[in-house]
């Protein structure tokens, strides 16, 4: 099992230890602090069957943000993934959440009180700050296929 | 390759080889199903607490997609309850052969041996699965057909018919079971070349004949093995076992590439990508024209859905291939060699380097997966207090609320995932060779002639982080 | 032979076993009880829609929804209303003392045809009670029947205030005071706001008075004619039934008004939900008018009738919260 270790290292293994030690890098490395200062912002959502609009909405970390439901055709709510935040509202009867944008990333927008067949699969996306996740995997993926590439088909 | 023979540690052989945990899987599994018709035909239309849904469209697709196909190949084959009422009547008898059974015993029709049928079967189930995935009452009659079809396929052909040649299901689990860490061989050929009886594919007084038609001294890979043991239970030198092995190890393996197979992974990859955008996706006219069958918006959606996966992707890739082949042929060095390409046709380039997309497709799935049943698995809480909707409260979890899982860490789990998909099916790609039984060409020919097709993997990888994470 | 048999036993008695307990726990659980089920009005609304009951004698409901939530309450009734839950049971327990034919209804908007989700029960008088006490229930007639008045012209005026919403307030403030029978409520209830603002002109008591002092005495007279609990009932009716088609602000522009204003288009009517910040229409109408149109409905304009759902008294308090829309109180 050693033998078949270090001959691997031998081979070209080191190449893939230099591409751990990047990944990990790039994983815990912090995305550089975003300028613009954290606003008051105030987002009305329309909720139908089965979509929302808008779908997506953009923030900026730390800013406060406050969205208004308002329910067009039958009750829906809101679920925030990552925030674990909860809103519903009946037509008419508009329901507003107020949070503090913090978690840096993309979340889903869950529709969180069952209104109709679709409703599990009722959802929009709300970005705070660039999506770090999706540059670190591009990046990642990069990395690694060019290692993957330059150790060539070793059997 | 280094392989364990899992059969070697002690309980593990008797257990394969009893009946009983087996049956009583299966027994399970059935009681589960027939519950899950039952709960769709006369329980709530409410697809979030029925039964139907949950355990079947949550529940059961989670265990597949997440832990069933990934560990344990087609292990699911080997419990799955849609071909057992049809298998005991057409064996007579639920464990050992008993005498003769019922049924016709007809072979299946040779032009019919390939999976272009269960590719069919699961493109058709794939237009509607907007419908049968919510639908309670959809579901328990698709089932139903699925139990129905089985049955009179066990009453008509021979052993196992639905399950090799008919089963949505069993296209994909059979093609990504090539990635699966388990399988089931003979230990030494040798033995099965001295033995003329061929127990295994013939049957004894201990088991039937392989029911999958597999020839076990022949198997090379798990693609058509439904793990169902029989083989272990008739062979009378003991010479089948479970193996554990490397992750994808039939990946690399050139015999029994065929285009069926190819272009099963096109139909899992591109349905992948496009149930990502239509169900998972914050377009809200997306979900309405999967939804409104028969509407003119649901047939363009059609139209669009087949376009993508029998043209625009296999396209593409052929494109990939081809540009591959004509890249790494330009290499001086290859006059020397008797074939100027790697492989003789692009057909046979395009068929071997599908299986690339293997991996990716099998990440693209798990990823999919990961994101809408993590968000709902809470659903199978209330549902089992009260399976069709009816104020059961069975288990006192009836009340339990709705509550995402993993909320925050989902989309760092499908890009791990939708990553170590992309670097396997590029090293896939990479370790193709050029034909079957052939040495490899110049190491640098394989590198160039699997470089647009790991751009293709890329690309789909990232279309799919963009719809899955972004 | 024998390991065959206990599989073909344990077979037999994991499956139907397990179906035929499904079934029995069904039938124990709805023992005289009824289940009603709640669609959302274009599937169906509610199954069964009518129901017959007898006095003194409680039903057991189960309620349940098919799609969306929905919620069950009796019209003109104290009594909560119960949210209805899809895939859940809700149970209800109702008990009539009076015969009499009640109407219940849904409780949660559930679309644009929410208003029509409704049933009766009847309930026949007890034979086994003797005849309870009859309470005398004066059949009186509703304000906007008695005087006949026109439900579905097109009230207009021009003479509307110049300067701004019409502040009572302002007129308190003044010191003055109009003649008393202007407060009498079915004065003016049965004028308009810009009926009553003639009237008022001509008393010598606004000689001095300049019209825009003149229209905040109109809303003085509307306030005295409330008050701020019959006011907080008003709103909250107004917000669970009105405002999903009227608007929050009641300018007829709530979630529903696009598609009520493109449904009844070809009618003829107006299109739309009354705006009833417009003050040359809302000046121009009389509170009797208004309770008239809630009683009965719009006949074909896509407003609803709630003269079997709402009190009298509840209803006062709607229309007294609908003039919040034109005067500051």
């Given amino acids: ?29 912090p995305v550089p602090a975003f300028s613009a200062p954290p606003a008051d912002r105030h987002i009305k959502i329309n909720a139908s069957s089965f979509e929302y609009d808008p779908g997506v909405i953009r923030v900026n970390p730390g800013d406060r ?91 | 390759m280094s392989r364990l023979e899992l059969t070697r540690i002690p309980g593990i052989k008797t257990a394969l080889r009893s009946r009983w945990p087996q049956l009583v899987l299966r027994v399970i599994a059935l009681a589960g199903f027939a519950l899950a018709i039952v709960a769709g035909i006369s329980g709530t239309p409410v697809g979030s607490r029925n039964f139907a849904i949950v355990f079947v469209w949550i529940g059961w697709w989670a265990l597949l997609m997440l832990v069933a196909v990934p560990l344990f190949g ?38 019919l ?40 396929a066990s009453l008509v052909f021979e052993r196992r018919a639905f399950c090799r040649y008919l089963c949505p299901v069993g296209g994909f689990i059979g093609l990504y079971s090539q ?30 004949g392989c029911p999958w038609q597999v020839f076990p001294p022949g198997l090379v890979k798990n693609t058509y093995c439904g793990t169902c043991m029989e083989c272990l239970r008739t062979c009378p030198h003991d010479n089948l076992t479970i193996n554990l092995r490397p992750f994808g190890a039939d990946l690399e393996k050139p015999s029994g590439r065929k285009l069926d197979e190819a272009f099963k992974a096109f139909i899992m990859l591109g349905s992948a990508m496009i149930y990502s955008a239509v169900m998972l996706g914050p377009w809200g006219f997306l979900k309405n024209a999967a939804y409104n069958i028969g509407s003119l918006q649901w047939l363009v959606y059609a139209a669009a859905f087949l376009t993508f996966i029998f043209l625009a992707l296999p396209g593409l890739f052929y494109a990939a291939v081809a540009l591959g082949q004509a890249l790494s042929s330009n290499n001086a060095q290859v006059v020397r060699v008797r074939q100027r390409r790697p492989f003789s046709t692009h057909r046979q380039a395009f068929i071997a380097f599908a299986y690339s997309l293997v991996p990716l497709g099998l990440a693209a799935w798990i990823a999919f997966s990961l994101s809408f049943v993590l968000a709902n698995l809470s659903y199978l809480w209330p549902v089992i207090s009260d399976p069709l909707g009816w104020g059961w409260d069975l288990l006192r979890t009836a009340q339990a609320p709705w509550t995402p899982y993993l909320s925050g860490v989902t989309p760092i789990l499908q890009a791990g995932v939708l990553l170590v998909g992309l670097l396997w099916a590029a090293r896939t790609a990479l370790r193709t060779p050029a034909a079957p039984g052939a040495r490899p060409v110049l190491p640098r020919q394989q590198v160039i002639q699997a470089l647009p097709v790991i751009l293709f993997c890329s690309a789909v990888s990232f279309g799919l982080l963009g719809l899955l994470v972004a | 032979m024998k390991a065959e048999s206990i599989a073909r036993w344990l077979l037999i008695l994991l499956l139907p076993v397990l179906l035929l307990a499904a079934l029995l726990l069904r039938s124990q659980g709805s023992s005289q009880a009824v289940e009603l089920r709640a669609r959302m009005p274009e599937q169906g609304g509610w199954t069964p829609t009518d129901m017959i009951m007898s006095a003194g004698q ?50 949660r908007w559930c679309g644009a045809n929410h208003w029509r989700m409704r049933g009766t029960i009847e309930v026949l008088p007890n034979p086994d009670q003797p005849d309870p006490t009859q309470v005398d229930v004066p059949n009186e007639e509703s304000l906007f029947m008695r005087l006949g008045v026109e439900l579905d012209g097109h009230p207009h005026t021009d003479l509307v205030p110049e300067q701004g919403r019409p502040d009572a307030h302002r007129a308190a403030a003044l010191g003055i005071a109009p003649p008393e029978s202007y407060l009498v409520p079915e004065y003016y209830r049965t004028h308009s706001p810009v009926e009553v603002f003639t009237a008022l002109r001509r008393e010598p008591f606004s000689a001095s008075l300049s019209d825009q002092q003149v229209w905040d005495f109109v809303a003085w007279i509307w306030q005295q004619g409330t008050s701020s609990e019959k006011l907080a009932e008003g709103q909250e009716l107004y917000t669970r039934n009105c405002a999903a088609c009227h608007g929050t602000s009641g300018a007829g522009d709530g979630v529903m008004a696009a598609q009520v204003a493109a449904e009844y288009a070809n009618s003829g009517h107006q299109s739309g939900p009354t705006n009833f910040t417009n003050p040359q229409r809302s000046l121009a109408t009389s509170p009797a008018i208004q309770q008239g149109k809630i009683i009965r409905g719009g006949m074909g304009t896509g407003m609803p009738y709630w003269g079997p759902i709402f009190t009298e008294e509840q209803i006062w308090s709607l229309v007294d919260y609908l003039w919040t829309f034109q005067f500051d109180y």
């Fill in chain 1, 1 to 29: 099992m050693l033998k078949r270790l270090r001959s691997r290292l031998a081979n070209g293994g080191w190449k893939w230890g230099i591409f751990s030690i990047l990944m990990l890098l790039i994983l815990i490395s």
């Fill in chain 1, 65 to 155: 943000v406050t969205l208004e439901l308002s329910s067009t055709d039958v009750t829906h709510g809101i679920a925030i993934d990552g925030y674990n935040l909860q809103v519903t509202a009946e037509p008419g009867q508009n329901q507003s959440l107020t949070f503090v944008a913090d978690q840096q990333g993309t979340y889903r927008l869950r529709c969180s009180v069952t209104c109709g067949a679709l409703h599990p699969f009722m959802i929009g996306k709300l970005h705070v700050g660039p999506n770090t996740l999706l540059l670190k995997s591009i990046l990642i993926a990069t990395l690694g296929l060019a290692v993957m590439i330059w150790t060539g088909t070793r059997q």
């Fill in chain 2, 74 to 111: 087609r292990g699911w084959c080997s419990i799955c309850p849609i071909p057992m009422p049809g298998e005991w009547l057409q064996q007579g008898s639920l464990l050992k052969p008993q005498g003769k059974g019922l049924g016709l015993g007809w072979r299946w029709p040779n032009k």
């Fill in chain 2, 113 to 152: 041996r390939n999976i272009w049928l269960q590719n069919g079967a699961f493109v058709l189930v794939a237009l509607f699965s907007t419908v049968i995935l919510t639908s309670p009452l959809t579901s328990a009659l698709v089932l139903a057909a699925f139990l129905v079809v089985a049955v009179a």
């Fill in chain 2, 179 to 208: 990635v699966a860490p388990l399988e089931l061989r003979v230990k030494d050929s040798s033995v099965c070349a001295a033995h003329t009886e061929k127990t295994c594919y013939q049957g004894s007084a201990e088991g039937y």
């Fill in chain 3, 58 to 107: 409680p039903l057991l409901l189960r309620l349940t929804s098919d799609d969306v939530l929905h919620g069950f309450a009796i019209g003109q009734s104290d009594e909560p209303a119960v949210d209805v839950f899809p895939g859940k049971m809700t149970e209800l327990t109702l008990l009539f003392d009076q015969p009499g034919k009640y109407t219940y209804y849904c409780t």
